[in-house]
């Protein structure tokens, strides 16, 4: 809960910061318990849209004894925020990783708040094309519009702190993972 209370103030965000002109209130995201140490926060079916504030992408994570990896930061900052206190009901360990599955907006706008506390994000060489490229500067613009509070002037595009070229292995805290890379894929 400390890491949590400090990412509001490292952002200059409280829960009223994301709530709309309209008095909405961010989506709360809820963990669900897959096996041992992993879990996943499902998204609601269908395109961005005020509406569902974004959350139309599934994501998740796994605890392990040194830290918690996470798979995608969700597609605001709200969302990745609504994720972390997911997180902290589950367990009291930091989150230290990020591995990005691909640079979609619905699987990256919410890097931002991983990175704020620390945590290290992964991802495939490939994604740095479409950092540079006019395409993500549009699909922010067009998120800014479609889901304003939820993105706005403050969501940035992060690039990863690692950039993988395939498949890649590593352990942490006595959880082995295995990152594969498949090729381009949704």
């Known amino acids: 809960m400390f890491r949590l209370i400090i990412l509001f103030v490292l952002l200059g965000l409280n829960t009223g910061a994301f709530a709309g002109a309209d008095g ?7 963990a669900i318990k897959i096996a041992a140490h992993s879990y996943y926060v499902e998204g609601k079916s269908g395109a961005a849209s005020a509406e569902n504030q ?3 992408s599934n994501a998740g994570f796994v605890v392990t004894d040194a830290g918690v990896v996470v798979f995608d930061s969700l597609g605001t900052p709200a969302l990745a925020a609504s994720m972390l206190a997911a997180i902290a009901k589950v367990t009291n360990q930091p989150v230290k990783r990020v591995i990005v599955s691909h ?22 060489t490939t994604g740095q094309e479409y950092l540079g490229s006019d395409e993500a500067q549009l699909r922010m ?3 800014r519009e479609l889901l304003k509070p939820w993105v ?3 969501t940035k ?12 292995d590593f352990e942490m805290g006595g959880v082995h ?4 890379y498949v090729g381009p894929a949704h």
């Open 157 to 168: 595009l992060l690039p990863a702190d690692k950039w993988l070229t395939g498949d890649t």
């Open 54 to 56: 974004g959350f139309m």
């Open 24 to 30: 909405n209130i961010p989506i709360k995201v809820e």
């Open 141 to 143: 613009q067009q998120r």
């Open 152 to 154: 706005d002037e403050h």
């Open 103 to 124: 640079y979609h907006a619905d699987h990256i706008y919410g890097l931002q708040v991983f990175k704020a506390l620390g945590a290290e994000i992964w991802a495939h």
């Open 177 to 180: 993972f295995e990152l594969r």
